[in-house]
Structures are given as C-alpha cells and as structure tokens.
Nanobody, 124 residues
C-alpha cells in the first residue's frame, strides 16, 4: 500500500509555469508507476500522464504533449509534474495516482491508489 500527497498547486497567470509534487508517505514508492489526472469543475476526471517505476518511460495525453513533463526521484519518493505555457483551461484539481505498472495507465486499469488532489488555477 502507498499513500500519496500532492503539493505545489496555486494561482498562476496564463503563460506561466507550475511544478506539482506527489510524495509518498508510506509504502515502497519505487514499486509503483505514478500517474497524474485532473478534474475541472463540471467535467470528468481526465488522464494527464504517467511515468514508469524507474523513471525511464513516460506516457502523456496527446493534448498535453510538449507542455507537461513528468519526472521522478525515487530516492526522495517524489514524482513531479512540470507544467509550462499554462492556459485557463488547465484550471483543475490535479491528482496523482499509483499503479503497479505503466501499462495499467494505457489500458485504463482501475486506479489502485489516489492522492487527495491539489488545486491549480490559471488566470487569463
């Protein structure tokens, strides 16, 4: 089992950048692929991207490729979501999640673990 805690959300102007963190407070972090999702008001939760256990492979939603980058530091049990060129439509609560393998995110496997989320607001 793993417990996930997101941080780094806040208010940013359009065109700006923000880096979110997802830290594991319990569990063996390096044994999980980590994924990011987001949910805007009135919309369904959508996949942002994911990274495999070693950090050697990533997978992104097509619409976000080039602006968002996921990385991880297993020594610090932390995964990062770097968001650049932010737009007002990126406003959402961002959640990190954990699965056993990266392919679970590709296949739509039900998420094993969720964090509590962090709010990102992009002003125009």
């Amino acid at each position: 089992q793993v417990q996930l805690v997101e941080s780094g959300g806040g208010l940013v102007q359009a065109g700006g950048s923000l880096r979110l963190s997802c830290a594991a407070s319990e569990g063996t972090f390096s044994q999980y692929a980590i994924g990011w999702f987001r949910q805007a008001p009135g919309k369904e939760r959508e996949f942002v991207g994911a990274i495999n256990r070693s950090g050697s492979n990533t997978y992104y939603a097509d619409s976000l490729k080039g602006r968002f980058t996921i990385s991880r530091n297993n020594a610090e049990s932390t995964v990062y979501l770097q968001m650049n060129s932010l737009k007002p439509e990126d406003t959402a609560v961002y959640y990190c999640s954990a699965q056993k393998v990266l392919s679970d995110y590709r296949s739509g496997h039900p998420i094993d673990y969720w964090g509590q989320g962090t709010q990102v607001t992009v002003s125009s």
